[in-house]
């Protein structure tokens, strides 16, 4: 079904960097994903109305909730696939971080409101009237619930989405939900025992607990999370396969929502080399970056000289004491200034942002570090933080 449903409704469906392409899977996860979960609303909230059960009829409010998610996910990816303007340079992609969002705060106002009222059912509980169509009813709700979390989880994979892996998730958690439900009805039926109510609980509980982690996964994006470890990587692999580029530091990445990424880095070439012909090196490797990994990548030269005995001295030397000093991750930039009575070691650490020690700890642990070694160096530090 899902193979079918990709290839008849997703335009261009291996071309995975388009922006397009990625619209167009997010609309048809949409339209599915509305479709079905009107389907098992109306179901599942006439039966809960019909025979009069609180934990049915809570578990199709959820799927009306479902329901609407899909809808505002639908118009979130629709909003995000517009070009940039004039207002919006970077276009518009935050727009699904935004729907993610607004969903995830509906779930939890729904949540609490079921939970409120399952527990005045627990308090105050009515006689149910067992039927075998609110079995089968729900039967169906866990199959379709089912091929649904396998359906969002794939094109969430596919496409890299949060929001739709995030939609996999609480379909995932309804089929648990919806499966407490069954348990009940059976159990009231074969025991005579009424948990309608502590069953409703449960469901709401499932339904709150599932909107605080949709909440933290669309509040990251939009405050400014770290970058994927494995995006960073591929693009230091990238930068660090020519044999030009001697290092590269302050790798920062900017996120305007998925398949919008810019990122800047500074990378160390010879100083000593044609300035024209390192520049249109430089520019071809932001080319290719943009091509390859689908970054737009801009790169500030850093000129050094790798030939500078006194400066290969100190690099060994710094990274001694970076490797013994906790919370330091790494060090770049380093020069040396010689004077007739001392030389001043210039250079940039970087630090995690738990690091434990304070910065004038840490300029107190690399100068008398280097004097240990040289009396006349002289610490000339700057201290960055690691953001990728």
């Known amino acids: 079904m899902k193979k079918f449903i990709i290839k008849h409704f997703v335009k261009n469906p291996d071309d995975l960097k388009s922006v397009e392409t990625r619209e167009s899977y997010g609309s048809v996860a949409g339209i599915v994903g509305i479709i079905s979960n009107l389907i098992l609303c109306i179901f599942k909230i006439g039966s809960g109305i019909i025979f009069g059960s609180i934990a049915i009829l809570a578990d199709g409010i959820n799927n009306l909730a479902d329901a609407s998610g899909s809808l505002i996910t639908l118009i979130g990816f629709k909003l995000a696939g517009r070009k940039p303007d004039k207002d919006h340079p970077y276009g518009h992609g935050r727009t699904e971080y935004l729907a993610g969002l607004v969903v995830s705060v509906m779930v939890l106002v729904i949540g609490i409101s079921l939970m409120k009222t399952s527990i005045e059912k627990t308090i105050h509980p009515e006689e149910l009237e067992f039927s075998v169509l609110s079995i089968v009813v729900l039967v169906v709700a866990i199959a379709i619930k089912l091929w649904q979390t396998s359906f969002n989880m794939s094109i969430g994979k596919i496409i890299d989405s949060d929001a739709l892996l995030a939609t996999g998730a609480d379909s995932r958690n309804d089929v648990i939900s919806t499966s407490a439900v069954l348990l009940s009805v059976i159990i009231g039926k074969l025991f005579g025992i009424n948990l309608d109510g502590p069953v409703g609980i449960i469901v709401a509980g499932f339904i709150i607990w599932s909107g605080i982690g949709l909440v933290k996964e669309t509040v990251a994006p939009i405050l400014g999370q770290a970058p994927d470890p494995e995006l960073v990587q591929e693009i230091a692999d990238l930068l660090e ?3 030009k580029v001697l290092g590269i530091h302050d790798l920062i990445v900017h996120d305007y929502g ?123 530090m700057n201290i960055d933080h690691k953001y990728a």
């Open 241 to 243: 396969s020519e044999p």
């Open 258 to 380: 998925p398949g919008r990424l810019f990122a800047s880095v500074h990378a160390e070439v010879d100083g000593f080399d044609n300035i024209f012909e390192i520049h249109d090196f430089i520019d071809n490797l932001e080319y290719q970056c943009m091509d390859e990994i689908g970054v737009m990548l801009t790169i500030h030269m850093d000129p050094v000289d790798p030939k500078d005995p006194v400066v290969a001295m100190a690099k060994e030397f710094i990274s001694e004491i970076v490797h013994s000093t906790e919370g330091v991750v790494n060090f770049h930039d380093v020069r040396a200034v010689s004077g007739p009575t001392h030389t001043n070691i210039v250079f940039d650490i970087v630090v995690e942002f738990d690091c434990k020690y304070s910065d004038e700890e840490l300029q107190k642990i690399f100068s008398d570090g280097l004097k240990s070694h040289n009396p006349k160096y002289n610490c000339v």
